[in-house]
């Protein structure tokens, strides 16, 4: 018999590790940064997740919350009715169409604008 994998020439009982899970191929969205912020809304925007079947679109959390879901060609989006001078944490997960997601990106701390002064 001819070894056609590790496994196959692996000693019986040894351990030989599998190869990773598809969702593992797809890639991390990258470098999420804020473009834009106000007193209650954050523009946020990344680099392209990659992927041998496509990406089909992103997921924003803000915390642990989903705060927005954009298409695969959207590599921006606006999270609003946020609260004046408060610290909102960000991260991104790229998806595909057999539901595997990336691991988050880089979380990105932002804090909004605070209120105007009164006159």
Not at 25 to 46: C, M, N, Y
């Amino acid at each position: 018999m001819v070894a056609t994998s590790a496994r196959d020439a692996a000693p019986v009982g040894s351990r030989v590790p599998l190869p990773l899970p598809e969702s593992n191929w797809l890639l991390t969205a990258h470098f999420i940064a804020s473009t834009a912020k106000t007193q209650t809304s954050v523009t946020l925007a990344w680099g392209a997740s990659t992927y041998n079947f496509g990406v089909t679109g992103y997921d924003v959390y803000n915390g642990s919350t989903l705060s927005a879901s954009v298409n695969s060609t959207t590599l921006t989006a606006v999270i609003s009715n946020l609260t004046p001078s408060t610290t909102y944490t960000f991260t991104v997960i790229a998806k595909d169409a057999a539901s595997n997601i990336s691991a988050a990106s880089n979380a990105l701390t932002v804090t909004t604008d605070a209120p105007a002064a009164a006159a």
